[in-house]
Structure formats: structure tokens, C-alpha cells
């Protein structure tokens, strides 16, 4: 499905009268709880729909798709949750990460909810096992605050002359703190020093990329968050303005123009999420369903990017990288 198209779906889906979509009922409903706004999340929606899809279910034929957006402010997620739970819907996915799983969660006990989270599920207080999920609650946990430490030594190893590493995170987002915990003890062992610069709008990320002069910071990490994901031509163009280099979580942004990323395979992830979906649907019980992790990861590496930047990219990250950009 087009970027385009599928904007203009989900935007289409979300103007539809309360009444009209009420008479929608007669197929089954999904309620998509977003931390971001529409447009951003495109990448992710796609993948959900076309999971749903490979189970026998295609969104406005014979499942309809309730979404709600909470724009970046992750303390609208709650009230989002229980509108989902009013309009009745009979399985949520929850895209926002451990804020938006927490938020769908306290929510309600009945409703099925396939989550998607980069934090430890069972550490969040999501579920009690990943075999056995328990309650209403499965989904896949894509391991990214876990792949702090690789970020940070991707990063050493690319500009092996700075001491001084900065790490951007949003202050809003549950998940802060331990990305900043994870980050520091592997700065700790790679004997570099960790900044911390914190970001929950477009002006204070052009504050934090403003400060790294005054930091004397070499190379950025930026922590994985759906508002950072939402922002990302913002973060790639900065990086190039101030010239440097900067790792992400998610290959869309090296794939447009950011100079590395290191990650799962996020349409992978969101088309898992969707087949979950379906076989809920279809009457599976979440507490059947196990928590899936992924097993491969991805570095993406943008050679021109690198160039633009004076960045010599060594071989054994080219030879290991999943695509070189050039």
C-alpha cells in the first residue's frame, strides 16, 4: 500500500461520523492506539494491515479499523485507551510502545491487546512470561533499548577519536530512564563519557543538536521513541547541518539520509503484530499467543551520508551491515 494512500485511510477512517461508524459494528472492529500522529506512523500501519490480511481479514471489507492518535503527548494515551474500550472494539494494538501497551492495558482485562514494545514486557509489568503470556495481552518486544550498548559501540568504532558521546532521549516517554541507565554502563566499559540530552518537541531537539558544540561531543546516539520516529527528516537534517554522526534504532532514517541505524526490521515487527491481530480474531486467546522477539537485526549504513560527513566507515561494519546506502 502507497504512503499516500494510506494516509489519507487512516485520516479518512478517523473523520468518519460516530453514527456511521457505529453501523460498522457488524464486522469486527480493531482499535489502533498510536503514541504519534497519523502521517509519521504510515510506515507501521502498513505492515499491521497487511498482516491482518495474510489472516483473512482486509480493512473496510470485512474489518474496520478504529484509530486513535495521541499526537506525541504521551499522557493522552489513557483517556485514547478507554475511548476504545467504550466504542466496544474487539482487539486493540497498541503501536506506541510500553506508554501506549501500559495505557491499553489498564484500559481493560477482557479486551484482547496485541502490543508492540523495544523494552522487556516483563520488566514493564506488561505480562508475566513471554511462553505464557497470560491475561489479555501478547504482542512482540523488539528488544531496542536492549540494543543500546551495539549502538554505542557501532559509534566508538566509527569515530574511534571522540571521548565524548551524547545520547538524545524524550523525557516524556517511560522508557527514558533506562535507556539512559543501559547507555551509561556501556559507555562505562567503551571508557567514553555519556552527555544526556533530553527532547520532547521539535525547538528542544534543535536545542540538544545546538549544545553539542558547548558538550565537545563527537557523535550522537538518539534513543528510541515514537516522537524521535515521527521527527525523523527533522533529526536527519540536523545531524548533516552540525555535521555529526548520529546512530538510530530504525533504517528509515539512514535510508533517508542519517548516516547508521541498528535495529529490528520494524515492517517485520508491525506484520507480525497484524497476524496476531487476525488469529485473535479468528478466536485465538492472547495467553496462547506467546511474546515474540526478534532474532536478526539490521545495520544500515549511508555512504554518502558518511562522505558529506568526513566519516571513513571501517570494513568490518561494511562487511557486517545488513545494506550499504551509496
Known sequence: MRRRALIASIAGAAALPIAVRAQQKVMPVVGYLGSTPAGPAAPFVGPVLQGLSETGYVAGQNVAIEYRWAEGHFDRLPALAVDLVGRKVDVIVSGGGAAAALAAKAATSTIPIVFTIGTDPIKDGIVASLARPEGNLTGIAFLSVELMSKRL??????????????????????????????????????????????????????????????????????????????????????????????????????????????????????????????????????????????????????????????????????????????
Open 153 to 326: 559501540e557501532l559509534l566508538c568504532e566509527l569515530v574511534p577519536q571522540t571521548t565524548v558521546i551524547a545520547l538524545l532521549v524524550n523525557p516524556n516517554n517511560s522508557i527514558a530512564d533506562v535507556t539512559v541507565r543501559s547507555t551509561q554502563e556501556a559507555a562505562r566499559v567503551k571508557g567514553v563519557q555519556l552527555s544526556i540530552l533530553k527532547a520532547a518537541s521539535q525547538s528542544e531537539i534543535d536545542a540538544a543538536f545546538g549544545s553539542l558544540g558547548q558538550l565537545h561531543a563527537g557523535a550522537l546516539i538518539v534513543g528510541p521513541d515514537p516522537f524521535f520516529d515521527s521527527q525523523r527528516e527533522q533529526l536527519v537534517t540536523l545531524a548533516v547541518r552540525h555535521v555529526v554522526p548520529v546512530i538510530y534504532h530504525w533504517h528509515e532514517l539512514a535510508a533517508i539520509g542519517g548516516l547508521i541505524s541498528y535495529g529490528v526490521n520494524f515492517p517485520f515487527v508491525y506484520r507480525q503484530a497484524g497476524i496476531y491481530t487476525g488469529r485473535i480474531l479468528k478466536g485465538a486467546r492472547p495467553a496462547d499467543l506467546p511474546v515474540l522477539q526478534p532474532t536478526t537485526f539490521e545495520l544500515v549504513v549511508n555512504l554518502k551520508t558518511a562522505k558529506a560527513l568526513s566519516v571513513t566507515v571501517p570494513r568490518p561494519i561494511l562487511q557486517s551491515a545488513t545494506e550499504v546506502i551509496e
